[in-house]
């Protein structure tokens, strides 16, 4: 299929429909005469750009005779619960924006069609990164990526030099030694720096989960048991993860309560981790950030330098009446030619670049040879593996809101390390119980 007008938006998304956790599904639209009509239910991912998403629809619908995709945008703070509550009730969406990984409930209760009942050719599954076996489950693939994210360091370049660095740190003993140096230089210059600061311990809470799962598994940790049945934070990896990311808050290195990315932003942190597509947010800075920050890979652990991969992907309801509409339509928003403008907010490319057609690949590579940014992040990406996301499907609700508040209250001090780390599990295990 060619590749469709690519315009450039930067309004907010006016037409687009936002419902709470509470609000009822939206009824069924009509269908329109001789067209099937396939609904999508989203959250606005197009980092910086919300309308260009409404402009892709536009343009899938103009070039359709027989299929037309009614879009629904929902807020991030309440989309995936709308949606799940929505799929759930039988009233949901035909096709909707689910994190890589997907719910394991979906699975095992097969609310989601595999590809290959889509419409999706053998060839068309065999051109995905590796990477894509996060969307597997029992040998067949559920979700389309439409790109993925991962964990990497940035850091101001600006601030570095200022206190001494010319590199950002390449291990975890010089992150903290660099963190600790530009925090102490810049207090006697008058104005203190943070040098460091975990993403999640501040204002945006959830981003604990990936900020932990990255450190956990560069101190050699897994979440769950290899046979997925018992959850395995409370180890010699856990601790060694979590009493090294509380030193850097019981030494006087960094302070709860900083924002990592508003912080980073105007100049009051040095460096945070975070998915790479936070850089549209930091670009977002104009003169407080141009030209004054870079990426690189994450600083290397005790055991190795991986770190928590995300992204989204399109699924189907497993009962469509018309499949083949639902999967005409996930295999245009998640084909190579579209998922090349998601390079655009830094959405990693989905595709092995070998399978793909010569000016697509063209493309991809023009925006790897013109932004920085980019060799670091796919350095990182390398690194990565399915582990994580894969053991993430397990216990997955339960973890994340543990996660949240004892992984942060033990880091800044407030519960013990061990504590914090059985009592993730235990929770954890409750869930794996069916508890």
């Known amino acids: 299929m060619t590749s469709l007008p690519h315009r450039l938006v930067s309004t907010a ?3 687009a429909t936002a419902l709470t956790a509470a609000a009822c599904a939206p009824d069924p639209p009509a269908r329109a005469p001789g067209r099937t009509t396939v609904t999508f239910w989203t959250m606005p991912f197009w980092i910086g750009r919300p309308n260009n998403l409404k402009h892709l ?13 009614e879009l629904t945008v929902l807020d991030w703070q309440t989309g995936r619960d709308t949606i799940k509550k929505a799929v759930r ?12 990984g997907l719910e394991l409930d979906l699975l095992t209760a097969a609310e989601l069609a595999p590809l290959d009942t889509l419409g999706y050719t053998p060839e068309d599954l065999g051109r995905f990164r590796p990477l894509a076996k996060v969307n597997e489950y029992q040998g067949r693939l559920y979700g389309a990526p439409l790109y993925f994210d991962v964990n990497v360091l940035l850091y101001r370049k600006d601030i570095l030099q200022k206190y001494g660095f010319n590199e950002p ?13 530009v925090g102490a230089r810049s207090a006697a210059s008058g104005k203190k720096v943070t040098g460091w600061q975990f993403k999640g311990m501040d204002d945006h809470l959830n981003a604990i989960n ?3 799962e990255s450190f956990l598994c560069q101190a050699g940790g897994s979440l769950v048991s290899s046979d997925f049945r018992t959850s395995t934070q409370n180890t010699e990896a856990g601790r060694t993860a979590m009493e090294y990311m509380k030193s850097f808050y019981t030494e006087k290195i960094s302070t709860p309560g900083v924002s990592a990315l508003n912080g980073f932003i105007n100049g009051d942190v040095a460096m945070f981790s975070f998915y790479q597509s ?41 009962d469509l009446p018309d499949p083949g509409a639902a999967g005409t339509f996930m295999r245009w928003l998640a084909s190579p030619s579209v998922s090349t403008q998601f390079m655009e907010f830094h959405g990693i490319f989905p595709y092995d670049t070998a399978k793909v057609p010569r000016e697509t690949k063209a493309t991809v590579d023009a925006f790897y040879q013109t932004d920085p940014s980019w060799a670091p992040i796919m350095a990182q990406f390398d690194r990565s593996t399915a582990d994580l996301l894969l053991q993430d499907r397990y216990g997955f609700a339960a973890r994340w809101e543990a996660q949240k508040s004892e992984v942060t209250a033990g880091v800044d001090g407030r519960t013990p390390v061990d504590q914090a780390l059985r009592s993730i599990d235990s929770t954890v295990d409750k869930a794996l119980r069916g508890g």
């Open 57 to 69: 629809i536009e343009d899938f619908n103009a070039s359709q005779s027989r299929v037309t995709v």
């Open 13 to 15: 998304l006016a037409a």
């Open 210 to 212: 990936p900020t932990w």
């Open 89 to 100: 009730s039988g009233r949901g969406p035909d096709v909707w924006l689910a994190n890589n």
């Open 278 to 318: 936070v850089i549209s947010d930091i670009a977002a800075g104009n003169e407080r950030t141009n030209g004054k920050w870079a990426a690189a890979p994450m600083p290397v652990g005790p055991k190795s330098g991986c770190s928590a991969v995300g992204g989204h992907s399109l699924v189907a309801r497993s």
């Open 169 to 181: 740190p390449r291990t975890w003993e010089e992150l903290k030694s660099t963190a600790a140096a």
